[in-house]
């Protein structure tokens, strides 16, 4: 996922972790309110008790209001706890999706331009090291994934068929079961089936 994709995604997430911040504010300063109240009620049973008063029933109802509140407090708190492990798991998620689309996608050049099993062997291997060179990792982190294809086609020598290889991504990773959970990177059309080319007994592995 890009610099601009992944502050989107942020901005919309901080949202409402905002509002449940603000929310538990309040209701921290009600607690105050009510323990103030409770305070003021025991100074006067204690200094100056009112004729008829039933202070028992004051601090009773006081308390109870205290711990409903403290009970909202509660649930609030994990609330905001549960939308922040929410978020983080739903941007792993897109950064891994995108990451993965880009290195189906340089397998899927390296198989086709590949012309027997041996040299497929041979160029799998040598893109799945290179692709773990740091480097690449951030330009991966970086680039929408058409720049990356299109960058790294250009730096390994491959022919810069970008929508070609991210199509054939596409097809791998629906195979595979994975699916976008948002329009990160859609292919420009919808995938069409690809005939294997001659004399290659399978895609490569991508482990």
């Given amino acids: 996922m ?4 992944t502050d989107s995604a942020t901005e919309a997430s901080a949202a409402p972790q905002e509002e449940r911040a603000a929310d538990l504010c309040v209701v921290a300063e009600l607690v105050e309110i009510q323990m103030s109240i409770a305070r003021a009620t025991q100074q006067e049973a204690l200094q100056a008790p009112q004729p008829g ?3 028992c029933q004051r601090i009773a109802t006081v308390a109870r209001s205290v711990r409903l509140t403290l009970l909202l407090k509660d649930k609030l708190s994990r609330q905001v706890d549960e939308r922040r492990k929410a978020a983080a798991k739903r941007e792993a998620a897109q950064e891994d999706f995108h990451d993965l689309r880009v290195k ?3 397998l899927a050049a390296a198989y086709e ?4 099993n041996e040299e497929i062997q041979r160029r799998v291997t040598e893109v799945r090291e290179q692709l773990e060179r740091p480097e690449v990792v951030e330009l991966i982190e970086a680039s929408r994934a058409e720049v990356a294809v299109a960058a790294l086609c250009r730096r390994w ?4 068929q970008v929508k070609q290889w991210l199509e054939m991504a596409d097809e791998a990773m629906e195979q595979l079961g994975f699916l976008p959970s948002d329009d ?10 690809r005939a294997a080319a001659p004399g290659r007994s399978k895609p ?4």
């Fill in 2 to 5: 890009n610099k601009a994709q």
């Fill in 53 to 55: 008063a039933d202070y």
């Fill in 104 to 106: 189906l996608a340089m």
């Fill in 113 to 116: 331009v590949s012309k027997d």
């Fill in 157 to 160: 020598g491959f022919p810069v």
């Fill in 184 to 193: 990160d990177d859609p292919p420009a059309d919808p995938p069409k089936p």
């Fill in 204 to 207: 490569p592995d991508t482990g």
